[in-house]
């Protein structure tokens, strides 16, 4: 179906988990020929990797996008249609890292220090300022225009455009994948699913990823689960065999209990307590419950919860810009480098373009009623429906009353985050830290907070100013 161009801007271009198979996937769509394709990104050197690429593969695969590239947003945004924002303020690894250890001088020591406990918030509060800048710039040079998000912590930045701005955002995640993965396994034998032996954890290690993926893009051909709650916070409402519309539930829960007890050991016991299969997998999950940061239990070494492997994610990061700085040089055979799957937002751009109410099973968007116990205009995930004229969830109704508690303070810490560094306010943020279930002391908490300000001043001006 042939629609009208588009003007498609990527900010964040060069994004080590985003960019390149978002913007493979856009030169790939025939309805997208023609468009513009506007790459951003402040590191020069990469984005100078990351056109040669892309003019190149337009180029082989005759896609016919007018590319352009600037290295501040503010040059690209004017009536773009879509911005699709991947940026990362960094040095992603060292600054997580750095998240993870402040606390831990005082005792406090996080299961994985990404999305939720203090580390959550320092790493919101750091990228919540520049996305900030590109959605009140969206205002005055694009207002009707969808802002596309995957920058991580998801819920707390797609707040903060929501909340602070007249700009429209939905936030993209894959995560749903863990959890059709981790059914694949339990349903292997019953649906004719090969899984491999090193298929044992769903974290995001190098260890884990291919087995993870290829157990996910079986099962996923196979099975469709309606999961919903917050982003990598979510919860497996059904299961049914995509052909049959079969209810498999009854029978996931069954093989779940036979699978390995070291498979994923702390979503087992969630799935127990709680009746409902939490979707992200252990290393997630762990962030935004309550039980897993007791300093004397160490509960971490009884779920065999991993950290994020820092140092090796930095390398694989250097490696992957070696690999595609010799491929815009070589020219190389395309197939061998790309990868040939996307993120979702050439779907969701297409289907705002053609009408095409795709429905697509994890969405980020504002709860508008959707689900029925949780804060109305609290950033939600879920499934949708993508059409000319906007998003609508689904409806999901109520949550057990347990699971929506444990979403409730996720959403209200998210808010006070998102509050706290918008206004610059130190209260605020104390307040967040408070509620966060690893913090046991208002003293080590406001001593967190102070660390963080000093040692991220630089990325977090409101609290200085």
Same mark, same amino acid.
């Given at each position: 179906?042939?629609?009208?161009?588009?003007?498609?801007?990527?900010?964040?271009?060069?994004?080590?988990?985003?960019?390149?198979?978002?913007?493979?996937?856009? =030169?790939?769509?025939?309805?997208?020929?023609?468009?513009?394709?506007?790459?951003?990104?402040?590191?020069?050197?990469?984005?100078?990797?990351?056109?040669?690429?892309?003019?190149?593969?337009?180029?082989?695969?005759?896609?016919?996008?007018?590319?352009?590239?600037?290295?501040?947003?503010?040059?690209?945004?004017?009536?773009?249609?879509?911005?699709?924002?991947?940026?990362?303020?960094?040095?992603?690894?060292?600054?997580?890292?750095?998240?993870?250890?402040?606390?831990?001088?005082?005792?406090?020591?996080?299961?994985?220090?990404?999305?939720?406990?203090?580390?959550?918030?320092?790493?919101?509060?750091?990228? &919540?300022?520049? &996305?900030?800048?590109?959605?009140?710039?969206?205002?005055?040079?694009?207002?009707?225009?969808?802002?596309?998000?995957?920058?991580?912590?998801?819920?707390?930045?797609?707040?903060?455009?929501?909340?602070?701005?007249?700009?429209?955002?939905?936030?993209?995640?894959?995560?749903?994948?863990?959890?059709?993965?981790?059914?694949?396994?339990?349903?292997?034998?019953?649906?004719?699913?090969?899984?491999?032996?090193?298929?044992?954890?769903?974290?995001?290690?190098?260890?884990?990823?291919?087995?993870?993926?290829?157990?996910?893009?079986?099962?996923?051909?196979?099975?469709?689960?309606?999961?919903?709650?917050?982003?990598?916070?979510?919860?497996?409402?059904?299961?049914?065999?995509?052909?049959?519309?079969?209810?498999?539930?009854?029978?996931?829960?069954?093989?779940?209990?036979?699978?390995?007890?070291?498979?994923?050991? =702390?979503?087992?016991?969630?799935? #127990?307590?709680?009746?409902?299969?939490?979707?992200?997998?252990?290393?997630?999950?762990?962030?935004?419950?309550?039980?897993?940061?007791?300093?004397?239990?160490?509960?971490?070494?009884?779920?065999?919860?991993?950290?994020?492997?820092?140092?090796?994610?930095?390398?694989?990061?250097?490696?992957?810009?070696?690999?595609?700085?010799?491929?815009?040089?070589?020219?190389?055979?395309?197939?061998?480098?790309?990868?040939?799957?996307?993120?979702?937002?050439?779907?969701?751009?297409?289907?705002?373009?053609?009408?095409?109410? =795709?429905?697509?099973?994890?969405?980020?968007?504002?709860?508008?009623?959707?689900?029925?116990?949780?804060?109305?205009?609290?950033?939600?995930?879920?499934?949708?429906?993508?059409?000319? #004229?906007? &998003?609508?969830?689904?409806?999901?109704?109520?949550?057990?009353?347990?699971?929506?508690?444990? =979403?409730?303070?996720?959403?209200?810490?998210?808010?006070?985050?998102?509050?706290?560094?918008?206004?610059?306010?130190?209260?605020?943020?104390?307040?967040?830290?408070?509620?966060?279930?690893?913090?046991?002391?208002?003293?080590?908490?406001?001593?967190?907070?102070?660390?963080?300000? &000093?040692?991220?001043?630089?990325?977090?001006?409101?609290?200085?100013?």
């Amino acid at each position: 179906m042939k629609v009208q161009p588009t003007k498609i801007v990527c900010v964040g271009a060069g994004s080590y988990s985003f960019g390149l198979t978002t913007l493979v996937s856009l =030169l790939r769509s025939p309805i997208l020929n023609g468009s513009q394709l506007i790459l951003v990104d402040k590191n020069e050197a990469h984005l100078a990797i990351m056109v040669e690429l892309i003019s190149w593969l337009n180029d082989v695969w005759d896609a016919g996008m007018h590319i352009d590239a600037y290295t501040h947003h503010r040059q690209a945004l004017k009536d773009a249609n879509f911005v699709i924002n991947a940026i990362e303020v960094g040095p992603r690894e060292g600054l997580w890292e750095s998240d993870f250890r402040i606390p831990l001088k005082f005792g406090v020591r996080q299961p994985y220090a990404e999305n939720s406990g203090p580390g959550g918030f320092a790493h919101a509060a750091r990228n &919540i300022t520049p &996305i900030m800048e590109i959605a009140r710039d969206m205002e005055n040079l694009c207002p009707d225009a969808w802002l596309i998000n995957f920058t991580n912590p998801m819920a707390r930045i797609c707040a903060a455009i929501h909340r602070h701005t007249r700009i429209k955002v939905v936030g993209l995640c894959h995560q749903l994948s863990a959890g059709y993965a981790m059914v694949g396994k339990a349903l292997a034998n019953d649906l004719n699913i090969m899984v491999p032996d090193f298929f044992t954890s769903t974290h995001a290690s190098p260890r884990y990823a291919a087995s993870m993926f290829f157990t996910y893009f079986q099962a996923v051909e196979k099975v469709k689960i309606i999961a919903a709650g917050v982003n990598h916070f979510t919860w497996m409402l059904n299961l049914t065999d995509r052909k049959a519309n079969a209810d498999l539930y009854p029978l996931f829960r069954e093989r779940w209990q036979a699978l390995p007890e070291n498979f994923e050991p =702390l979503t087992r016991r969630v799935f #127990d307590a709680f009746g409902l299969f939490p979707i992200p997998g252990d290393e997630h999950l762990c962030e935004y419950l309550p039980w897993v940061s007791d300093p004397v239990t160490k509960p971490w070494e009884k779920y065999e919860l991993e950290l994020y492997e820092w140092s090796d994610h930095e390398q694989s990061r250097e490696d992957q810009w070696s690999s595609l700085a010799q491929a815009a040089r070589d020219k190389a055979n395309p197939e061998e480098f790309v990868p040939n799957y996307s993120e979702g937002a050439q779907e969701v751009i297409e289907s705002f373009l053609t009408d095409g109410h =795709l429905l697509w099973e994890a969405l980020n968007i504002p709860n508008q009623g959707q689900i029925t116990n949780l804060p109305l205009d609290a950033i939600i995930e879920l499934p949708g429906t993508i059409a000319a #004229d906007g &998003i609508t969830g689904a409806q999901i109704g109520e949550l057990p009353e347990g699971i929506a508690e444990l =979403l409730r303070r996720e959403i209200t810490i998210s808010h006070l985050t998102v509050d706290a560094v918008l206004y610059g306010d130190r209260k605020l943020a104390l307040q967040a830290l408070l509620l966060d279930s690893v913090i046991r002391d208002m003293d080590i908490a406001q001593k967190i907070l102070d660390e963080y300000l &000093i040692a991220y001043r630089e990325q977090l001006p409101t609290f200085w100013e």
